[in-house]
């Protein structure tokens, strides 16, 4: 029994790394498709889509059975628990992901973000790559330090976040306001994101201490 | 035992409302606070939002002391997980709120919003707390119907967030880049906030009925 219960955790935890890769590689494309102005790869992205869907499904699922028939009391209710609310974290990542592609989509054949912007949502977007990585290695290891630096490393993405406003908000900005609005939507999807995978991470500190991290997981820069 | 069980329930839910309706109302007073550049009744709407903060970790505390004590299967277990769910929405809406008072703050003594939008806007107001009230009136009720209803009228948001677009792109837009960002972000938090209140509804249904309605909760028009 209680062999059989450590095997469903694990298949719980299996499942969020496999959904966090699964997600973190889907901003990837979105970025790729949005910076190269790829409608296939927009596409691509949109449509694998539902497979994650279903992940989170089954996930949730067995998460919901395990509380049913293991009864987990004090630290094993917490990790049942704690991933199912993770799991939300990464359900609304995907859903920020295919947000991106479909502004490229929306843009084909032309180009949402303009020449001087594209280093700046490329930085954002392999960040947000990254943290989902180390999210993804963090819900592994359960290694509070590595969770407590994700926080930090997505400082950076809220001083990008800052810099695409101050951009957009500069006088000499010309690309019009269509440009605007889909480069401030997108400097969105990436900052909640980047959040999300913060508060993966967070989760996996009170999981592990039983306290929460101190501060909220990052507040909007000009939102 | 059963008794304080049921007590219990009772008190997550009782819960549920008391913060469904404070989001709805700091909905309210984000909104009048952006239509008429009220610093002070912003500031009100950010500094409150601790509150319900704490009602938040509150009843997730006590929903968890739930799961631990009583043990609950089937429809009870599933009763207290769809709680957390719904809590978490209901503490997404009360951020987005807080955005709407934050934008209000960033821009006065300015307005954030341009007379030729103002109508729109209020109506964007007014039907997130008309929806975050059904939402409340749906958790007590468990109004199946009530619930789905609740998913038609978000379509109305959907469009308002549309005619917004619309007129953010229209060339004779004439009211800058500054305030067609503040514009994008703020209808983006309208809709995200209907949205909660749409999947408030649906967990509902999914509790009542023990299927999920079809169909997500709201696509972004232009995201």
Known sequence: MREAYHAELASISAALVRIAN??????????????????????????AHGQVDDLHRDLEQLAIEVLARQQPVATDLRVVVTSLRMSADLERCGVLAQHVAQVARRRYPGHAVPQDLRRTVLEMGQLAQRLMAQAAEVIVTHDVEAALQLEKDDDRMDE?????????????????VETAVDVTLTGRYYERFADHAVSVARRVVYLTTGEHPAGPPGTPPAG
């Open 22 to 47: 699964l997600t973190g590689s889907a901003m990837g494309r979105a970025t790729s498709a949005l910076l190269d102005a790829d409608l296939q790869l927009a596409e691509s992205v949109i449509a």
């Open 160 to 176: 990008l976040h800052r810099m695409v406003f101050q951009h957009l908000l500069d006088e000499r900005w010309q690309h019009g």
